[in-house]
């Protein structure tokens, strides 16, 4: 079932990740190799706090390309049971890759299989940013590139873009028109991913897309959960300009995995 608004879109984007592995996080230190790392089982995370045995604060690095700004551990929040990613000019300099922009990147600790990925979050808004929520393993992990995306353009809130990437091969954008402010509140958005072949985007708990494996192989290796923000550059076609006009912020009220 699709929303009646929804279509699909291939952008610039598409060329710059496949040239950048953007989010495949190319300039990532390397992470525990898929054979060492623990397939995580069912959990719900509040978000009270950091909790270090799940999660860790990306810190010290860029994923290069198209992303204009530098991870720093001390973007990534808790407080009101609430986790936050701030998005500022604070310097990051040097282990950054000299990007003029600092943004927090949260990911999981352990891998994690078919399920349903669901959080619930209330994304930035401004030209040139994204607010992500996603699955990934790449390069970093030690496997090819596999990847689940809900992505809030800031430039309009107002929809989601969906994508899916296996082998590195993606260019399965969906935009949803979502009738609401992305960013004006909280909302639930979910990843459904089944292992006979299906995966299944919710909003609200309402099926809004589809993909079935006919416009491409979905993946099936083990992936991390991961959210960020960020900023764009090069890529004005896709996210729009980005202007710095002060602090943005995306917040995430609970994370939950249920394994299938």
């Known amino acids: 079932m699709r929303s009646t608004t929804t279509h699909h879109r291939t952008t610039p984007r598409r060329v710059f990740l496949a040239l950048t592995l953007a989010l495949g996080l190319s300039a990532a230190p390397a992470l525990t190799p898929p054979a060492e790392a623990a397939i995580g089982g069912s959990f719900v995370d509040n978000f009270d706090g950091h909790n270090g045995g799940r999660w860790h604060k990306a810190d010290g690095w860029s994923n290069g390309g198209m992303f204009n700004a530098g991870w720093r551990a001390d973007h990534v929040w808790h ?40 959080v619930r979050m209330k994304a930035a808004s401004g030209s040139g940013m994204v607010t992500s ?19 809030i353009l800031g430039k309009n809130t107002w929809q989601m873009q969906t994508n899916y990437f296996t082998n590195g091969v993606g260019g399965h954008e969906t935009t949803i028109n979502l009738g609401f402010d992305a960013a004006a509140g909280y909302h639930n958005y979910a990843i459904e991913w089944w292992p006979g072949g299906t995966i299944n985007w919710f909003v609200d708990g309402r099926l809004v897309h589809q993909e079935d494996g006919s416009r491409g192989p979905l993946p099936t290796r083990p992936q991390r959960i991961m959210m960020n923000l960020w900023p764009g550059t090069g890529v004005d076609g896709w996210l729009g300009p980005f202007h710095y006009t002060g602090q943005k912020t995306a917040t995430y009220d609970w994370v939950r995995y249920t394994r299938y």
Do not use: H
């Not at 609430?82 to 998005?87: K, R, T, W």
């Not at 929520?133 to 992505?151: A, K, L």
């Open 79 to 118: 407080n009101g049971g609430v986790m936050g990613l701030n998005l500022n000019n604070t310097p990051c300099p040097g282990g950054c890759s000299g990007k003029p922009y600092a943004s927090g990147e949260y990911r999981s600790n352990d891998l994690y299989s078919y399920g349903r990925f669901e």
């Open 133 to 151: 929520f996603f699955t990934y393993t790449g390069p970093s992990d030690g496997q090819p590139w596999d990847e689940i995306d809900v992505e």
